[in-house]
């Protein structure tokens, strides 16, 4: 099991990469447009995978900023954005090479952002964080199209997996 979240976080890692350079091909206002995504634009909707992303690496750790919703502007340029997706990533993968199936099999008690407490098991919760960025990675793609990038970059695990692919 562990070797499959090793995995899961490489690949997050490389799809988060390949997004953001894809990216670059748009202006920071086409970015910013509101196309009525679920968080508004683009823009919108990559801060909010920093801050979900940092809400259960801090219910997992302990450490780093502990954002208190969903929907916050946490960078307005697009480069401060990037370079704290990197640091995510990385943080990320450094927190999954601690873990043991021990610990991925054991509960966590943490209180969501509704305030209600909940319980679940550790490789729950990290499942969840990793196809959480995997379906808005999907919306994110959807958005670029909308905003004039003909090809959005192939972000499936299997262009990870068989790089030659």
Same mark, same amino acid.
């Given at each position: 099991?562990?070797?499959? @979240?090793?995995? %899961?976080?490489?690949?997050?890692?490389?799809?988060?990469? !390949? #997004?953001? *350079?894809?990216?670059?091909? =748009?202006? /920071?206002?086409?970015?910013?447009?509101?196309?009525?995504?679920?968080?508004?634009?683009?823009?919108?909707?990559?801060?909010?995978?920093?801050?979900?992303?940092?809400?259960?690496?801090?219910?997992?750790?302990?450490?780093?900023?502990?954002?208190?919703?969903?929907?916050?502007?946490?960078?307005?340029? @697009?480069?401060? %954005?990037?370079?704290?997706?990197?640091?995510?990533?990385? !943080? #990320?993968? *450094?927190?999954?090479?601690? =873990?043991? /199936?021990?610990?991925?099999?054991?509960?966590?008690?943490?209180?969501?952002?509704?305030?209600?407490?909940?319980?679940?098991?550790?490789?729950?919760?990290?499942?969840?964080?990793?196809?959480?960025?995997?379906?808005?990675?999907?919306?994110?793609?959807?958005?670029?199209?909308?905003?004039?990038?003909?090809?959005?970059?192939?972000?499936?695990?299997?262009?990870?997996?068989?790089?030659?692919?």
């Amino acid at each position: 099991m562990l070797d499959h @979240f090793k995995r %899961l976080a490489s690949y997050n890692a490389w799809a988060n990469a !390949r #997004l953001y *350079d894809a990216a670059t091909a =748009l202006t /920071d206002f086409e970015r910013k447009r509101d196309i009525k995504g679920y968080f508004g634009s683009l823009h919108g909707t990559l801060n909010h995978l920093i801050g979900a992303d940092r809400i259960w690496l801090h219910r997992l750790t302990g450490e780093g900023p502990l954002p208190t919703t969903l929907t916050a502007i946490h960078y307005e340029k @697009f480069e401060d %954005l990037r370079e704290a997706r990197e640091a995510e990533d990385q !943080r #990320l993968s *450094d927190f999954v090479a601690t =873990l043991d /199936d021990a610990v991925l099999a054991s509960e966590l008690a943490y209180t969501n952002t509704r305030g209600e407490d909940k319980v679940l098991p550790r490789q729950v919760i990290l499942s969840h964080l990793l196809n959480h960025q995997t379906h808005h990675r999907g919306q994110a793609t959807q958005m670029m199209r909308q905003l004039g990038v003909a090809e959005p970059p192939a972000l499936d695990l299997l262009y990870f997996a068989l790089p030659t692919a």
